[in-house]
Structure formats: C-alpha cells, structure tokens
C-alpha cells in the first residue's frame, strides 16, 4: 500500500508535467486566435473572448475567465484570477503566470498595430516554454515516476 500511494505521488508530479506541455501548446493556439481577431474584426478583449472556444485544458481557463468577465470590473481583473484558478491543476511554472498575466495587462490598452506586436511577442515566449516544458517532460518524467517507485519500496523495507 505504501509503494502504491508514493508511486501515484510520483505519477501526479509527472502527469503534470505532460499536462502543462498541453495547456502552453492550446494557449499559443488561442494566442494565434487572439492575434487574428485583433488583425481582422479589431474588437474589444472581452469580445474576443466571448467568441473564443478551446480545446480540453485551454477551455476550462476561457470557461472561468468568461465567469469572472460577467462579476469582476475590469478584464485584468478577470484575466488574472482566472490564471491564479488554474495554475496548480496545469503545472504552470512561475514564469508562465508571469508571461500570461503580462499578456492579460496589456490586452487592449493600445491600437491595433501595438495588440498585434504584443500578440507576436506572446507567441514567441508561449513557444520557448513549450520548448522547456518539452524538455522538462522529458528528463523528468520518469524520474517522477522512478523515486515514487523507489521510496516506496526503501520505506517498505525499513518496516521490514
């Protein structure tokens, strides 16, 4: 029972990691999105997002950022507690709150020509952290999985 309980510790930490690559590679699509209804339609965030569908993980963050968009005063507001709602269950780093609550801030506080430098901009950062998120689920995945196996089993064989 032991060995089971520290081997799903060890898979939770490492399913978050496959999940986080998910989420960042449908956030760049609905940044992708973002960019083309700014560059055609030129209409407010909120709008934008009105409009906006997703997939699996990305969906649930425009779920709950359209909730808070009908309660909260200002799209910021909504933008970053939809993002704080989210970070733990996706796995997002530090850095990937702070590049999506810099993209929220500045969404739609300038003209059109501005929205979609700041959108190119995203869109590179959103691609470096798939990148490392890649990289992360890679090296460390199975080693998630590796020492909750491991410490499992040394735990066990103490009680022994």
């Given amino acids: ?81 939809a993002i704080f709602k989210i970070k733990e269950s996706f796995g997002l780093s530090k850095d990937d709150v702070f590049t999506m609550m810099d993209f929220g801030e500045k969404l739609g506080t300038s003209d059109v020509r501005s929205q979609l430098k700041l959108c190119d901009l995203h869109i590179k950062f959103i691609n470096d952290h798939i990148k490392e998120a890649e990289q992360s689920k890679n090296q460390m995945s199975k080693l998630y999985l590796t020492l909750g196996v491991a410490a499992g089993m040394g735990i066990s064989l103490l009680f022994l």
């Fill in 1 to 81: 029972m032991l060995t089971f309980c520290t081997s799903l510790i060890g898979y939770q930490a490492s399913h978050k990691l496959f999940v986080r690559k998910i989420f960042l590679e449908e956030y760049l699509s609905f940044l992708n999105f973002v960019q083309t209804q700014i560059r055609y339609t030129a209409i407010a965030p909120h709008k934008i997002i009105e409009k906006s569908l997703g997939k699996n993980e990305i969906n649930i963050f425009l779920n709950i950022l359209k909730q808070n968009l009908k309660t909260d005063k200002t799209f910021f507001a909504s933008w970053s507690n």
